[in-house]
C-alpha cells in the first residue's frame, strides 16, 4: 500500500456486514476480523487472493496467493459467491475454515491513490 496513514484509510474505508466476490476489483482490500484472528485479503483477479494474517502468518506463509471457497456456517453449505459474511466462518481454497466473522471493512484501490 502508499503513504496513506492507517487512520485516513479507516476514514475511507466501507464497512461491510457481506462482501461478494463479484463486488470486488483488482487492487481491493479486504480487512476480516474474526473471533480469534485478523486477516488482510487483497482481490488480485482471475478468482485469486493474495492473504496475510491470522493462521498464514502462525504458518509462516504470508503473503499466500490463494483462491476463496466462499463463507459457511460451519457444515458442508457454503456460500459460493461470497468472500465474507459476518456471523459465518471463511473457507480458503486450502480448506483453511476461520472462526466466525466479527467485522469486515472494504479499502477500494482508488483510495490508496
Do not use: H
Request: glycine content about 10%; aromatic content about 8%; hydrophobic content about 35%.
Amino acid at each position: 500500500m502508499t503513504g496513506l496513514s492507517l487512520q485516513r484509510l479507516v476514514e475511507r474505508a466501507d464497512t461491510e456486514t457481506e462482501i461478494c466476490k463479484s463486488d470486488l476489483r483488482a487492487g481491493d482490500y479486504v480487512f476480516v476480523a474474526t473471533c480469534n484472528s485478523l486477516y488482510t485479503i487483497m482481490a488480485k483477479g482471475a478468482g485469486t487472493y493474495r492473504v496475510s494474517g491470522g493462521w498464514f502468518d502462525r504458518q509462516g506463509s504470508s503473503p499466500l496467493t490463494i483462491s476463496i471457497s466462499g463463507c459457511t456456517w460451519g457444515g458442508s453449505s457454503i456460500k459460493v459467491n461470497v468472500v465474507a459474511s459476518c456471523g459465518l466462518c471463511l473457507e480458503f481454497g486450502n480448506r483453511l475454515v476461520t472462526s466466525p466473522i466479527q467485522k469486515i471493512i472494504v479499502v477500494r484501490r482508488e483510495c490508496l491513490s
